[in-house]
């Protein structure tokens, strides 16, 4: 079955980018969504992407498609104290399944 | 309403007890998803309604796990003979029945099994 990952950390000073990363295994992925869950609350979609775009871009957030390579990043820019999360990837399949990866902490450092 | 709600949000019980989780999705959302997140995990997919009918179960972990929902709305997940394994945070999320399925999240409840 589909199989998602991801690092389970990342660490980067305030202003800087955040790039994190999502590898797949299904090619025949639809759609592919990032989601942010903050401290002690439920997960909130923050972009997705269709499976036919390279590159999608809102506000701070930049999502790159690598499909040939399986591979999913999600770019912050001016990476800020609120930006402090665990972010999930997740993979629609063909079935309709929609199959998460275990998050990556971003760790904010001053 | 606003958001999708899940009631009680904190739950202790003992080893061996049933518990019963509430979920009471966007209105107007006809599937609905359940999820199970344990601390340092990914989310763990259970099961999927489209309307009141289940035609993914394949992620209940075992017969203890069953689920319903009535209406077209309200799902409870329910938990017989509670394991400590079984302790966790459960999700409850909603979306139209349409692609790109965009998934609306509850708070979660926080299960806790002694």
């Known amino acids: 079955g589909e199989d998602v990952e991801q690092s389970l950390f990342l660490s980067v000073r305030e202003g800087d980018s955040s790039v994190i990363n999502c590898t797949y295994t299904d090619s025949s992925s639809t759609y592919l969504y990032w989601y942010k869950q903050e401290p002690g609350a439920g997960l909130q979609l923050l972009t997705y992407i269709f499976s036919n775009m390279d590159m999608k871009q809102d506000q701070r957030l930049t999502v790159l498609l690598n499909k040939k390579d399986k591979h999913l990043s999600l770019r912050i820019a001016d990476t800020q104290t609120g930006d402090s999360a665990i972010y999930f990837c997740?993979?629609?399949?063909?079935?309709?399944?929609?199959?998460f990866g275990k998050g990556t902490r971003l760790h904010i450092l001053p | 309403g606003a958001g999708v709600s899940q009631s009680p949000s904190n739950k202790v019980t003992e080893k061996g007890k049933d518990v019963e989780l509430r979920c009471d999705p966007i209105?107007?959302?006809?599937?609905l998803y359940w999820y199970r997140q344990s601390l340092g995990q990914g989310l763990e997919f259970l099961i999927y309604?489209?309307?009141?009918?289940?035609?993914?179960k394949s992620g209940l972990p075992s017969d203890r796990f069953s689920a319903e929902r009535t209406g077209g709305s309200v799902s409870t997940l329910t938990i017989q003979r509670t394991q400590q394994e079984d302790s966790a945070v459960y999700l409850c999320?909603?979306?139209?029945?349409?692609?790109?399925?965009?998934?609306?999240f509850g708070p979660g409840t926080r299960l806790t099994v002694t």
């Open positions: 999320a909603s979306s139209l029945a349409t692609w790109p399925y965009e998934q609306y």
């Open positions: 997740a993979v629609a399949n063909r079935d309709d399944k929609i199959i």
């Open positions: 209105s107007g959302h006809t599937a």
């Open positions: 309604f489209q309307g009141n009918s289940a035609p993914d």
